[in-house]
């Protein structure tokens, strides 16, 4: 059986050196990418009326860059937005991005459309522990409606949020639109969306609680 020649052998020890210097840069380069921030929300999140650049997740970036936060914002909101729908877009969101941290901003369109609590609760229930499985860990944001479908229905929408932080240990911020839906001059036309003016203050509805849980 014939030896390998001296060029052969080069050639193999060559092609051996190139594998370990492609593996570890690939694994350089992960390892060096910020870690990531998902949110999943509505038209509330989504900037609906006005500008990307006005809405309050294009805001959080800009505060995260100027307090030196390397992190990744994914904004991934659709104006028009369930739980369910949210849910169901939810799987690849975390396959593709792999986030450490998962904002849920849901539930107002299913409050004013008066889709059943249990339903809400469920889909919500799944967002987080997809969430969770996958290793993120989750800001809930809470709606509340106003009593359209009666206060019973109101009453029972905007404790679910509560009711599911509890349950499953997450972060909560109770009311994201706190400060916000009660003053006709930070919201639209329609008396539905915040207007660009009151992006700031659902920023700092947010914030103290995701600062908190981004320093863990």
Wanted: glycine share 8%.
């Amino acid at each position: 059986m014939p030896k390998p020649s001296r060029f052969s052998r080069a050639s193999q020890y060559l092609w051996a050196l190139v594998l370990v210097f492609t593996c570890a840069l690939s694994q350089a380069q992960t390892q060096e990418q910020p870690p990531k921030l998902l949110v999943l929300g509505d038209s509330l999140s989504a900037g609906y009326g006005m500008k990307e650049a006005q809405g309050w997740v294009q805001l959080l970036r800009d505060r995260l860059q100027a307090q030196q936060l390397d992190m990744t914002v994914i904004n991934a909101s659709v104006s028009g937005e369930t739980s369910s729908g949210g849910n169901a877009r939810l799987n690849k969101l975390l396959e593709r991005h792999q986030p450490s941290w998962v904002i849920i901003e849901l539930g107002g369109n299913d409050g004013l459309r008066g889709y059943p609590i249990n339903s809400l609760r469920q889909q919500l229930r799944q967002s987080i522990e997809k969430s969770q499985q996958q290793g993120a860990q989750v800001l809930l944001l809470g709606m509340q409606i106003p009593p359209n479908y009666g206060k019973r229905y109101a009453g029972l929408f905007s404790e679910s949020y509560q009711v599911l932080a509890q349950a499953h240990q997450v972060a909560l911020v109770p009311f994201f639109l706190d400060g916000v839906a009660t003053d006709p001059n930070l919201m639209q036309a329609d008396g539905i969306h915040p207007s660009a003016a009151a992006q700031a203050q659902l920023l700092d509805n947010v914030w103290p609680q995701l600062q908190q849980l981004i320093s863990l």
